[in-house]
């Protein structure tokens, strides 16, 4: 995370800039270690986080909605004693550390004015929230989001009632007192196989995303090339000229999903990846921290949903095996058959309690000999009877193994089409829809009101735009390619499919008095092809026919269709 002390610093005097002079009119706490502060300002309302959470400790404006619980936690309480109605003086950071102190002036129980502040230390798993006083210059501890005490810290308490100190000071260099000579003596001294360590391990602030790009501008990659000297001394103090003249630009790397991936006051080319800058830190902040909740979710909905259909595909592939093994075994049928009528053909001249007869095959052009087991326990005539009864056996057993076989590869086959609309899924309301479809497959209880999950999950099919302008639309699970085939197409509009295998149900819109030109039969396949289990192939077949010929199979899985007078195409999977 780059949420260095650079970034705290630069973020600090914006938000100086925008809340000096705001009101604090609302105090919440929607989770354990967030404060939700509603002010008034000179723009109007906002809502500023102060959050202490280990993975996304931050102060920001937000503009998502929270849920508060209906108690509120005691520094909830204890915060809005003291802030409620406090106007903000200053924002900014103490020492040159990740802490950053919002000064207010507020009044106390008898109506005195009185200063208050609420440091924010943005430390990852140290992080902290802490309501103080001013007793002169000096801070006084009130209330503690998560108090610090000998069990804890032997080096530094942070509990009420105690004076508030700042954390230790490390033992490195503050990068704005740096000089040439101090900067190459370190150089040389430096023994490390991280290089970017280097500025890490020597100078105050500095995040390993901006010491990587340090060494990325100078020597072209992230190792120190010792022979560039000159150009990593010369990066480093274009880097600290900009941070003493406050010249920040919020960017954040992005991948191409759109996804966050690291931020920082400055560019990170060494990434290599599409950057998106923003008007603010605080908008910057919001993004990457709003992303990344909504993508772990979505990580976590999508792994118990894997779960359940990975557990659903193992028991399908086993019963697989076991009706396999019975049609094997039923091969045999028609032998027992045989040996029953070669007993009943010869019963006067078999011996009782013999362990083989030896008859002869009245179906063979030479009367070849046959030797038939048998059970000394019963006569000829009782052990032909146990070789009809066990081919009637087999012969039923192997009609419903059959029929049963058919119905478990129908069922592998949905299945793994639910995951390939897994591997779709961009949203949770992506995942809800598909827990929807497997709750009436019946691959999952339904323990509530699965009518209103459904309402809750609605998301809709993907839609692309042609070269040629023609609307193309890609269901992204079973019930989406459902509804999108059998109910929101004309039947002259075309329909894509990959051939053989799990994908999504793809269709261009087309009039039924033209023809789409070949680029466009290309790139809808070629899309029909990249949603599919088949992405990683080479050149994929993707059959394609008019909605008119796709029919749904009656009392089949969702998705399930068949299709006549269909093409098919070889195309790359990718999206055009």
């Keep these: 995370m780059a949420f260095d002390v650079v970034f705290a610093k630069a973020l600090a005097l914006e938000l100086d800039k925008s809340l000096s002079g705001s009101k604090i009119e609302k105090i919440n706490q929607p989770s354990s270690d967030m404060l939700v502060l509603s002010l008034r300002t000179n723009a109007g309302q906002k809502r500023l986080v102060v959050s202490a959470s280990a993975s996304s400790a931050r102060i920001c404006f937000t503009e998502e909605k929270t849920e508060n619980p209906q108690i509120p936690p005691n520094f909830c309480i204890l915060s809005r004693k003291h802030l409620t109605g406090a106007m903000i003086e200053s924002i900014q950071t103490i020492g040159f550390d990740r802490v950053i102190e919002m000064t207010m ?57 105690m004076e508030y100190e700042a954390p230790p000071a490390q033992d490195k260099t503050n990068p704005m007192e740096e000089t040439r000579e101090g900067f190459e003596a370190k150089l040389d001294d430096f023994d490390n196989s991280d290089a970017y360590k280097f500025f890490i391990n020597n100078y105050l602030g500095i995040s390993p995303a901006v010491s ?80 990344k909740e909504r993508n772990a979710l979505l ?25 396999e093994d019975e049609l094997r075994e039923c091969e045999d049928a028609d032998k027992y058959r045989k040996y029953g ?29 046959v030797r038939v087991p048998l059970d000394v326990k019963f006569t000829p005539s009782q052990n032909a009877s146990r070789y009809y009864k066990k081919y009637n056996k087999l012969k039923s057993a192997k009609i419903n193994a059959i029929i049963q076989l058919e119905k478990a590869n129908n069922d592998l086959s949905y299945l793994y089409s639910v995951l390939n609309s897994l591997n779709m899924c961009e949203t949770t309301s992506d995942v809800s829809q598909i827990r929807s479809e497997l709750i009436l497959s019946g691959y999952i ?28 639309r890609c269901g992204k699970n079973n019930i989406q390619n459902e509804e999108l085939t059998l109910r929101q197409s004309a039947k002259s509009d075309i329909w894509f499919h990959v051939k053989n295998g799990a994908g999504s ?72």
């Design 105 to 161: 002036s507020a009044r106390d129980e008898l109506g005195f004015e009185c200063r208050k502040s609420l440091v924010c230390e943005i430390m990852g798993k140290y992080s902290n929230i802490i309501l103080c006083s001013f007793e002169g210059e000096k801070r006084k501890v009130i209330g503690v989001l998560r108090p610090v005490d000998f069990s804890s810290s032997r080096i530094r308490q942070v509990l009420p009632g």
């Design 212 to 291: 990587r790009e340090i060494l990325f501008r100078s020597c072209g990659s992230e190792e120190i090339d010792y022979s560039k000297r000159e150009e990593i001394w010369k990066q480093f103090r274009k880097l600290i000229n900009s941070i003493e003249n406050n010249s920040f630009t919020p960017r954040c790397v992005i991948d191409e999903h759109g996804n966050p991936i690291e931020f920082s006051y400055t560019n990170l080319s060494h990434y290599g990846k599409q950057e998106k800058q923003f008007d603010s830190f605080s908008e910057l902040l919001e993004f990457f921290y709003i992303e």
């Design 299 to 323: 990580k976590n909905r999508i792994s118990g949903t894997l779960v359940i259909v990975n557990n659903a595909i193992k028991k399908i592939e086993k019963k697989i095996g076991i009706l």
């Design 341 to 369: 009528d070669l007993l009943t053909g010869s019963l006067y001249m078999l011996k009782t309690k013999a362990e083989y007869a030896d008859v002869p095959d009245y179906s063979d052009a030479w009367m070849k000999t």
């Design 445 to 472: 209880k339904d323990y509530g009101d699965s009518k209103k999950k459904r309402e809750a999950g609605h998301s809709e099919p993907l839609v692309f735009v042609l070269e040629s302008g023609r609307v193309v």
């Design 505 to 576: 149900h793809v269709v261009m819109e087309c009039n039924s008095d033209e023809e789409p030109s070949a680029e466009d039969y290309t790139q809808a396949a070629m899309i029909a092809a990249y949603y599919s289990d088949m992405k990683m192939s080479g050149q994929v077949p993707v059959d394609y026919t008019r909605i008119r010929y796709v029919k749904k199979q009656p009392d089949s899985t969702p998705g399930k269709v068949i299709y006549t007078d269909y093409y098919t195409a070889y195309v790359e999977p990718k999206l055009p």
